[in-house]
């Protein structure tokens, strides 16, 4: 993974964005650049994403957690636009919500509020009480005024919130008093409690206007366990234990290092040499090699995917014919097996089988390419040739060429364009010419519940208008199903229109998975207590001690 002027409520949703907010939703847009010269220019951060402490057992420093992740970072702290997998697994450990979800087994528990939030008005208010004495890293208390500027501004449009996607039910919220915010509702939400978790609350007073702003995205300040101490691109993220927490995660350790790498070789190298305690994004080929010298190797069912998405609009892909045609023609199996080494698993709904909201799509696309050549010919479709364009991820690289040759079975050619995911969004899918791209995606990373999920390729313009310009009559009917759903109160009810929601995109497959594949996540467990991979991006270490 790698992220206006707008009505946030609109079923449209990002109608109106401009270019340089599309380029941050999407993650695409550097600010490596601004993030160095903000914090770590002031301070004395690693040098290098392979430069630790020679102190303590295997030339670590004691009490200081060393890791090395698998992104780069390419965009700010400030939690309502964070969209970077480095960014976003940094503020994880930096800064709280009322209600957090475990990095881990994705379940919700209370983070700053020091209380299940109590529903009253039908479902449509929402009351919420703070910790006693919590506060921000700078000493500053946090209030309920914290909490209601923190949603108002994500939700305010000028503002352009990445977040604000995934809160357009929040009429407004007010502070009743110090340690008491109140939630008005548009309409009945029941995935409030957990959905609250996307909003991390911030000082207002730190981030009350524009320019406050600018310099809070670079130097963070919240009430999570750590405070952000340095960072930069070239030589990582420096982290310590944030003195005035006093939530139910303490930090264990005084320090971590975090250094960033897209190089598999020397992420493995890092942790086999004894420099990290943790990896990210274990390479397929080294799992084996871990786990013979006694490594702990986590392999989690993710969400994370390969999804082929087409430009709706253009013939021939305007025909649904052709888009299953060109599903039913994958040697899926044999795709994984070769490419991913057995460590994904074929798409059988847009959901990934170890999702809690998991529901089987009534259109399952196996390996079939005598269906794949009907479908084409029902569509009077012959010699079909075009480009198809992939991000430069490892997992779609090594994937893309078993998509062509399957497609060449059936007599389609496509000419493969790889170039990276800046490249694909900012210049190849905006123009004309685009046909179709392989690429991946997970966003879990904000949570894994069903509306969220749907909401991020199937909801608004960013994705179905902006990018494979869906049909706006499928566009709305997708819409509609997924806020009946948000505002339906019988979960048997909800999960049925879901399933209707499912079954629709299968069927469609304007953007849709290939195969959702497993994270691997390396660590050394004579090193590290406490500590789990986790079934998205990103390393955390919320429960984790030093034990050598």
């Known amino acids: 993974m790698s992220t206006t002027d707008r009505d946030a409520f609109d079923p449209e949703g990002l109608t109106g964005v401009s270019r340089r907010t599309f380029l941050r939703y999407t993650g695409t847009l550097s600010v490596a650049a601004a993030l160095t010269a903000g914090l770590a220019a002031c301070s004395s951060g690693p040098k290098s994403t392979n430069a630790v402490s020679t102190k303590g057992a295997g030339g670590s420093a004691p009490n200081t957690i060393e890791a090395t992740l698998a992104f780069e970072l390419s965009s700010g702290f400030d939690p309502m636009n964070a969209s970077s997998a480095v960014a976003t697994c940094a503020n994880q450990h930096i800064f709280e919500a009322l209600v957090d979800l475990d990095p881990i087994s994705r379940k919700p528990y209370l983070a700053l509020a020091k209380e299940q939030p109590k529903e009253s008005n039908g479902g449509k208010t929402w009351t919420v009480t703070l910790r006693d004495g919590a506060k921000f890293s700078d000493g500053s208390p946090v209030t309920a005024e914290d909490v209601a500027w923190s949603f108002t501004r994500a939700n305010d449009p000028k503002n352009a919130a990445l977040m604000a996607l995934f ?9 009743k008093d110090k340690t008491t915010a109140v939630f008005h509702l548009k309409t009945p939400f029941s995935l409030f409690p957990e959905r609250i978790a996307v909003i991390k609350i911030v000082p207002k007073a730190l981030t009350k206007d524009a320019a406050a702003s600018k310099k809070f995205d670079n130097s963070p300040v919240g009430s999570g366990p750590f405070k952000l101490d340095s960072v930069s691109k070239e030589s990582g993220l420096t982290l310590s234990a944030n003195s005035n927490y006093n939530g139910p995660r303490p930090a264990k350790v005084d320090k971590m290092t975090w250094g960033t790498t897209t ?8 942790l086999t040499s004894g420099r990290v305690q943790a990896i990210e994004a274990v390479p397929y080929l080294n799992v084996s090699q871990l786990e013979g010298k006694q490594f702990q190797v ?3 069912q993710a969400f994370n995917l390969l999804f082929l998405m087409f430009n709706c609009s253009a013939k021939p892909f305007d025909d649904k014919r052709v888009r299953q045609a060109l599903f039913y023609a994958l040697d899926t199996e044999k795709i994984i097996k070769t490419a991913l080494q057995g460590y994904a698993t074929p798409a059988t709904s847009y959901l990934d089988e170890g999702n809690a909201g998991y529901q089987r799509a009534s259109t399952v696309y196996t390996y079939n390419p005598g269906k794949a050549k009907a479908l084409l010919k029902q569509a009077g479709v012959r010699d079909l040739t075009f480009e198809l364009v992939t991000t430069d991820t490892s997992f779609i690289k090594d994937s893309a060429p078993l998509i062509v040759e399957s497609w060449k079975n059936i007599g389609v050619t496509a000419k493969l364009n790889t170039v990276p995911s800046a490249a694909v969004y900012g210049d190849l899918v905006p123009k004309d010419s685009f046909r179709a791209l392989a690429a991946s995606g997970d966003p879990t990373v904000f949570g894994p519940d069903v509306d969220l999920l749907l909401r991020w390729f199937y909801y608004g313009a960013a994705w179905p208008k902006d990018r494979y310009r869906w049909d706006p009559a499928d566009r ?12 339906e109160t019988d979960p048997d009810k909800q999960k049925q229109i879901w399933k209707q929601v499912l079954d629709f995109v299968a069927e469609e497959v304007p953007l849709y998975p290939v195969y959702h594949t497993k994270t691997i996540t390396g660590s050394d467990p004579k090193q590290l207590s406490g500590f789990q ?6 390393l955390y270490f919320l429960k984790t001690d030093r034990t050598a």
């Open 476 to 487: 709305a009917k997708a819409a509609d199903w997924i806020d009946q759903a948000a505002r």
């Open 533 to 538: 991979g986790a079934a998205t991006t990103g």
């Open 167 to 175: 809160i357009p039910f929040i009429d407004r919220v007010e502070a």
């Open 263 to 270: 190089e598999a070789s020397t992420r493995i190298a890092n």
């Open 298 to 300: 986590d392999k989690k």
